[in-house]
T-cell receptor
């Protein structure tokens, strides 16, 4: 079965440009997470979706960051007016977790490496 | 704010030895505990999950959970150089703010 996929795998952009990062979760997974990992650092939580809703957006670093999920499946993370400090690997994970219960075993995609020049 | 703490390492063990990785957490309401392995330049890979106090074994890996003391550990028996990676502890409270620890870097020396 297919795992979590992310595109593009690499993205180089110029400061001030907007970028869109895409995540395709494992089929049937209801929960979807976005994380950011800077070089040599730990995972930084960005946002969590349950279906198409985002109960927790607390990790988004600024209003330049937004995310949406449609059809309970694909999610897009958009960064507007990119800055050099946005350079990192952006990771997506999905799980079967539902608010009514269940275990939150998250499976990660390969990530998108974003470089802002 | 929930916290998950791990020794950053590096933890160096000789090949064939037991590697012991530890994680402590602050939220007593935490219900689910996970260990992920992350090779350099790769994304995290789930290797163990544990939900009840005690030990859970899977091959060379054993996860140990003690909710009263708020720690979870991972033992790797017969460590191999291919086990060299960063190990991330993660905790969850019914989906309320899934939190990763900073990770422990393990180096298994041939």
């Amino acid at each position: 079965g297919a795992g979590v996929s992310q595109s593009p795998s690499n993205k180089v952009t110029e400061k001030g440009k907007d970028v869109e990062l895409r995540c395709d979760p494992i089929s049937g997974h209801t929960a979807l997470y976005w994380y950011r990992q800077s070089l040599g650092q730990g995972l930084e939580f960005l946002i969590y979706f349950q279906g198409n809703s985002a109960p927790d957006k607390s990790g988004l670093p600024s209003d330049r960051f937004s995310a949406e999920r449609t059809g309970g499946s694909v999610s897009t993370l958009t960064i507007q007016r990119t800055q050099q400090e946005d350079s990192a690997v952006y990771l997506c994970a999905s799980s079967f977790f539902q608010l009514a219960g269940g275990y939150n075993e998250q499976f990660f995609g390969p990530g998108t490496r974003l470089t802002v020049l | 704010q929930k916290e998950v703490e791990q020794n950053s390492g590096p933890l160096s063990v000789p090949e064939g030895a037991i590697a012991s990785l530890n994680c402590t957490y602050s939220d007593r309401g935490s219900q689910s505990f996970f260990w992920y392995r992350q090779y350099s330049g790769k994304s995290p890979e789930l290797i163990m999950s544990i939900y009840s106090n005690g030990d859970k074994e899977d091959g060379r890996f054993t996860a140990q959970l003690n909710k009263a003391s708020q720690y979870v550990s991972l033992l790797i028996r017969d460590s191999q150089p291919s086990d060299s990676a960063t190990y991330l502890c993660a905790i969850d409270n019914y989906g309320q703010n899934f939190v990763f620890g900073p990770g422990t870097r393990l180096s298994v020396l041939p």
